[in-house]
């Protein structure tokens, strides 16, 4: 069942009828609006408007409908920081703005506000499901930017893209302390000062 739901996910199956994402966009208006473990599969079968069977059929439990929506958010998540990453002219910017759009992406997504805020204990595990793959996912795409920044340099950029995510994970599970991080121009310069320092080339 759950390489069924990645294939899907991840476009390999689609959803030609749309009631994957009917259920999917019902199941994440209610873990918004009621946190993760409140929600039953009955409250998103009523306001998707379907059967509880349905939902069983297509997901499996209400745990795998969870990671199927996850997945869904982390596909948009990623698409985001892709965007702000895509054509910058050094490996440098990549880190600076690829830093800048996950932190703000996260912090204002939705979901994750209302997990942290309500549920911060249930972050991480969902962060680690199928072996990490949203970790993985979000590193490779990264690390891909990097790449295109400095083609052929043997730079271990998987590594400093891993690095700067479980920052940015830090940053969001434990708000306060001695930075400063409260909008894009500081998270910015933050990253320009410390983050780069990674890298271990400078210049494009």
């Known amino acids: 069942m759950t390489a069924d739901l990645l294939a899907r996910l991840a476009g390999g199956a689609g959803d030609p009828d749309g009631l994957d994402t009917r259920i999917l966009d019902a199941a994440l208006a209610e873990f918004e609006t009621y946190g993760l473990r409140r929600v039953s ?21 209400k745990d795998q409908l969870l990671q199927a929506v996850i997945l869904r958010e982390c596909r948009r998540f990623l698409g985001g920081i892709s965007a702000a990453t895509e054509g910058l002219p050094t490996a440098e910017d990549a880190v600076v703005e690829g830093f800048v ?8 997504h939705p979901l994750l506000a209302r997990v942290l805020e309500s549920e911060p204990e249930a972050f991480l595990p969902q962060l680690s499901m199928n072996g990490g793959a949203v970790m ?16 052929g340099d043997g730079e271990d950029y998987a590594t400093v893209a891993e690095v700067l995510l479980r920052v ?17 121009a500081a998270v910015r310069a933050f990253a320009r000062e410390h983050l780069t320092r990674m890298l271990h080339r400078t210049g494009g």
């Open 136 to 151: 993985l996912a979000a590193r490779d795409i990264l690390a891909d930017r990097l790449r295109r920044a400095r083609p």
């Open 168 to 184: 940015a994970v830090s940053v969001l599970l434990i708000p306060g302390g001695g930075l400063a991080l409260d909008d894009d």
């Open 41 to 61: 599969v009955e409250d998103v079968a009523k306001r998707g408007g379907v059967a509880r069977t349905t939902i069983y059929r297509r997901f499996g439990s």
């Open 101 to 108: 759009a996950g932190l703000r992406g996260a912090r204002t």
